[in-house]
Antibody, heavy 123, light 107 residues
């Protein structure tokens, strides 16, 4: 069974740092693009960052320059290093696998999602 | 960035009703549109991908259609367990963007 388990969330002061981890199991982790998606309390979903199987990386504008995504395929793990944290970064952070079909005009979707880890930025 | 707009933002319906949620993209996205269901305190769950393909395990009362900029998610006969928030998401380009969500509540 495909499984994603996030860890590393917690309470941090503004300007502080936190590192999230996501442990993957049940699939060939190294072959898939992985994403972080977050959800502020009572709000909608916001894509944060992605890293492809070949290591190509993208970030949302709101975290660019502050967050760093990485992966360790030997440990089947995804990471998100979050620096210079702000109150508006408070959210549940989800680790998500991206599936793709097709080459010329690929179709992509997110499945599955981890259970999420809560990050609270507050003094 | 491609803006995704869902309507309505919330709805109340009775069990057995037919419910339709609309998602509009700010530019054409072909069929690169996915739907997710999220229940309180839980992670989102994929319902439909590529605009109309039901994910394994999605009940057949759910259907999706559309292409280009306009898409629909329809529940043909609402069940109590369908009470949830539904999000559309475009996968045409990065950043992947989501609609603001539609909260479906049972009368």
């Amino acid at each position: 069974e495909v499984h994603l388990v996030e860890s590393g969330g917690g309470l941090v002061k503004p300007g502080g740092s936190l590192r999230l981890s996501c442990a993957a199991s049940g699939f060939r982790f190294s072959s898939f693009t992985m994403n972080w998606v977050r959800q502020a309390p009572g709000k909608g979903l916001e894509w944060v960052s992605s890293i492809t199987s070949s290591g190509s990386i993208n970030y949302g504008d709101s975290v660019k320059g502050r967050f760093t995504i990485s992966r360790d395929n030997t440990k089947n793990s995804l990471y998100l290093q979050m620096d210079s944290l702000r109150a508006e970064d408070t959210a549940v952070y989800y680790c998500v696998r991206e599936l793709v079909f097709g080459v010329l005009q690929p179709l992509n979707w997110f499945d599955p999602w981890g259970q999420g880890t809560l990050v609270t930025v507050s003094s | 960035d491609i803006q995704m707009t869902q309507s309505p933002s919330s709805l109340f319906a009775s069990a057995g009703d037919k419910v339709t949620i609309t998602c509009r993209a700010g530019q054409t996205i072909s069929r690169c549109l996915n739907w997710y269901q999220q229940k309180p305190g839980k992670a989102p769950n994929l319902l439909i991908y590529a605009a109309s393909i039901l994910q394994s395990g999605t009940p057949s009362r759910f259907s999706g259609n559309g292409s280009g900029t306009d898409f629909n998610l329809t529940i043909s006969s609402l069940h109590p367990e369908d009470s949830a928030t539904y999000f559309c998401q475009q996968s045409y380009s990065i950043p992947r963007t989501f609609g603001q969500g539609t909260k479906v509540e049972i009368k």
